[in-house]
């Protein structure tokens, strides 16, 4: 990547300038204490602002410091993040919460280096708490400030190459200020990517405090940023869920405690697309009475590398066979974090369409 020092040492006191009189009300803007700057970055990792405000309130009022976060039983925790996704990171925000009642007296530190140790915690985090919370001049770089970044530079380095983001982190960092002005770089950064210079439609240039020194602006190619290598075709996954229920309970499994969804509650479900003898044989092999078997529809989910495409069947039976854990639909809508994968199955059973 060439050196581009001078462009971003002249683009610093524009974002600081416009984000003071720009920056939209946020609730973790309000008070930004490194708990609250910690908790909402790592929420707003791959979900947008308007989802997780609410989810950010209810967080707060149950787990509103770090002693209670490391106490929380794991069903609570997995609740409170139900429907927002990437459940791995309320795991490590618990994991890592131990580590500060244990090891840091509660408190995060304010070393970059010291925070990127904790479970969860990469290169972005670690500079939004340092620079956000504790004025610290260290950068916080994800895909909405790489934008920025390389259209105001008109880089052609791919940013899928990690070298090509340590390069972009090692260069703001020779600009960045200390002080009140690191929190106001780092959020300028981000509010200029969420908003005025988005990942899709076209930037607003016109209103942008960088369009006198934009380069992919002033060469009216704005659209050619970022360069950025194709992904990898997501990975296609059949499955049958099975819907089964008995008097007024239904049969849940929790998942494996790593890889995908890890610990979390599921309908009974398999590899492929089964057809009705064949799911009749399995039930028969794990001692369930089958009274009928019917089709619920089908559902899809989009995971980042690979989808699910799911065939449900109610089954009603006439046990409640120990293989599974039998839970009420008040206890499915209140106590169990069940993923937002199985939201069109889990949305038939609170409404009352499977009995
Ligand atoms: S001038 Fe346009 S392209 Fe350049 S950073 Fe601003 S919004 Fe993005």
Not at 143 to 170: F, H, P, Y
Not at 322 to 342: M, N
Request: glycine share 6%.
């Amino acid at each position: 990547m060439k050196n581009y020092i001078d462009l971003l040492n002249a683009a610093v006191p524009l974002i600081t300038t416009w984000y003071r009189s720009n920056k939209r009300p946020l609730p973790w803007r309000s008070d930004p204490t490194p708990y609250h700057v910690w908790i909402s970055e790592i929420m707003l990792q791959q979900t947008r602002i308007e989802a997780v405000i609410p989810y950010y309130y209810r967080f707060l009022e149950t787990l509103p410091n770090v002693a209670a976060l490391a106490e929380v039983e794991d069903d609570v925790l997995m609740k409170l993040w139900q429907g927002l996704g990437y459940y791995s990171r309320a795991r490590n925000l618990k994991k890592a919460a131990i580590v500060l009642r244990d090891e840091y007296n509660g408190k995060l530190p304010e070393d970059a280096a010291a925070l990127k140790r904790l479970p969860g915690i990469g290169d972005y985090t670690a500079g939004a708490i340092a620079s956000i919370a504790y004025h610290q001049p260290e950068p916080a770089v994800d895909g909405n400030v790489l934008r920025v970044i390389m259209r105001l530079c008109a880089c052609d380095d791919d940013i899928m190459l990690s070298q090509t983001k340590a390069e972009v982190i090692r260069q703001l960092r020779c600009v960045y200020p200390s002080g009140e002005e690191a929190s106001l770089l780092t959020e300028g950064l981000m509010e200029l990517g969420e908003g005025i210079c988005p990942p899709s439609g076209a930037p607003q240039c016109k209103i942008c405090p960088l369009h006198f020194l934009c380069r992919a602006y002033e060469a009216e190619e704005t659209v050619r940023y970022p360069v950025r290598s194709p992904k990898k075709a997501r990975r296609i996954e059949e499955r049958t869920v099975l819907i089964l229920s008995s008097e007024d309970r239904f049969a849940l499994c929790k998942r494996p405690d790593s890889g995908l969804l890890a610990g979390l509650w599921e309908y009974p479900n398999f590899d492929g697309v089964l057809d009705k003898a064949a799911i009749l044989k399995k039930l028969e092999e794990l001692g369930v009475s089958v009274r009928s078997i019917s089709n619920v529809g089908a559902a899809k989910h989009i995971f980042t590398h690979v989808e699910w495409h799911m065939q449900g069947y109610h089954i009603s039976c006439s046990n409640q066979c120990p293989h599974f854990s039998w839970k009420s639909s008040d206890e499915i809508r209140i106590e169990l974090a069940i993923p937002t994968a199985f939201r069109f199955y889990t949305n038939q059973i609170l409404e009352g369409d499977i009995l």
